[in-house]
């Protein structure tokens, strides 16, 4: 019996440090891996129509711009949009600031400093990091396709100059993508053969 007491005084703090150390472990696992429980939406768009401004590099909405912009507040505002993205060129921001504004969300402006591949990497992180239910990407003909790729979705042609219409929902959850095409707003020309 006294050679059973001396074993267990030998063995108690081994199993206990064990528990612990499990109990640890568990708990630094359940708050360090990203698990996707709830279908994250994301709401991608190119900028609405630019003024035709020569020799401006960044215009920024045209009237049928701000039509659109307004025509995208009406659209997504009831999606439960958390967060907004866009890129540092005006006509971006000028599209976003609408449902921004009804939404009483700050767009966050994502530059291009590292330049465009690094740009759509980081769009993508910030979507995934994001823990809302919505977000809104208001990108450029050649992003929104790009981003779409990055976040798991299809390979999709750029969208062409004239198209400005196109409303795509990418449904998010643990790791799959599922993309939806839609419209908004008053219609594009039809595309051509090489762009959307």
């Known amino acids: 019996m006294r050679e059973h007491r001396i074993r267990w005084r030998r063995l108690a703090p081994v199993v206990l440090f064990g528990y612990a150390f499990a109990i640890a472990l568990l708990v ?8 996707q429980s709830v279908t994250l939406r994301v709401f991608l768009v190119r900028h609405a129509e630019p003024e035709d401004v020569p020799g401006n590099e960044d215009p920024g909405l045209s009237e049928a711009g701000r039509q659109r912009a307004a025509a995208l ?10 967060a907004i993205f866009t890129s540092p060129f005006l006509r971006t921001q000028e599209s976003a600031a609408p449902i921004a504004e009804e939404l009483a969300v700050s767009p966050r402006r994502i530059g291009f400093v590292r330049g465009i591949n690094q740009h759509i990497a980081d769009l993508a992180t910030a979507v995934r990091n994001h823990r ?21 979705g299809p390979a999709l042609k750029d969208l062409c100059e004239t198209t400005f219409d196109v409303l795509f929902t990418v449904e998010l959850k643990g790791g799959a993508a599922q993309l939806t095409p839609g419209r908004y707003g008053d219609p594009s020309p039809p595309p051509g053969p090489n762009c959307m």
Do not use: F, N
């Open 132 to 152: 809302g239910t919505a977000v809104l990407v208001v990108g450029h003909g050649d992003t929104v396709p790009a981003v779409i790729r990055r976040l798991g």
């Open 73 to 82: 507040r009406d659209k997504l505002r009831d999606a439960e949009i958390t």
């Open 28 to 35: 630094g696992c359940s708050e360090s891996v990203p698990v």
